[in-house]
Antibody, heavy 121, light 108 residues
């Protein structure tokens, strides 16, 4: 059974870069599937940030694209998120998830537990 | 990009049936997925591909789609079904993903 675990700093200063890593166990990233980052705030609910295929092909949320970079490390079975120039509005619970991309629709079928990232000086 | 619209809240009597809707242009082209989220927990996929349930999801959860509206139905709601429910899909024209604003289901 696939398991995902987010890791990274829980506190980031304004204007700095938020960096998170998702470690995957029970499933090889190289076996396929897309892998995604989603964040959640009380005000905006669930917000998709980005998705990546194991080959490195990425899709980014247009509203965040200028600040987001997603990468994958198949040797470590991990994928990562970097979000630059953060503000208080980037304070959220960040989730990583496995994504199935099917002809009739997409879905995130396995999620990490989530990690709270607070942007504050 | 597309948006998905959900009613903010709905209530249902224990054992009765409740339907949650998700409206948006992308629903015409792609079957949304549905997620259940309880307080302090990560979302859990309950329906995908219009009416497919992942392993372990009770069969009282079902999905449907008509035109620009998708629905999640809970038949015989249980206290354990009290949660927030989100629909999710891909954008109709771009390869982007989008979530609805969520519906809070209260079981009375």
């Amino acid at each position: 059974q696939v398991q995902l675990q987010e890791s990274g700093p829980g506190l980031v200063k304004p204007s700095e870069t938020l960096s998170l890593t998702c470690s995957v166990s029970g499933y090889s990233i190289s076996s396929g599937h897309y892998w995604g980052w989603i964040r959640q705030t009380p005000a905006k609910g669930l917000e998709w940030i980005a998705s990546i295929y194991y080959t490195g092909n990425t899709n980014y949320n247009p509203s965040l694209k200028s600040r987001v970079t997603m990468s994958v490390d198949t040797s470590k079975n991990q994928f990562s998120l970097k979000l630059t120039s953060v503000t208080a509005e980037d304070t959220a619970v960040y989730y990583c998830a496995r994504e199935r991309v099917l002809s009739y629709g997409y879905n995130f079928d396995s999620w990490g537990q989530g990690t709270l990232v607070t942007v504050s000086s | 990009s597309s948006e998905l619209t959900q009613d903010p809240a709905v209530s249902v009597a224990l054992g009765q049936t409740v339907r949650i809707t998700c409206q948006g242009d992308s629903v015409r082209s792609f079957s949304p997925s549905w997620y259940q989220q309880k307080p302090g927990q990560a979302p859990v996929l309950v329906i995908y591909g219009e009416n497919n349930r992942p392993s372990g999801i009770p069969d009282r959860f079902s999905g449907s789609r008509s035109g620009n509206t998708a629905s999640l139905t809970i038949t015989g709601a249980q206290a354990a079904d009290e949660a927030d429910y989100y629909c999710g899909s891909r954008d109709r024209s771009d390869n982007h993903r989008v979530f609805g604003g969520g519906t809070k289901v209260t079981v009375l």
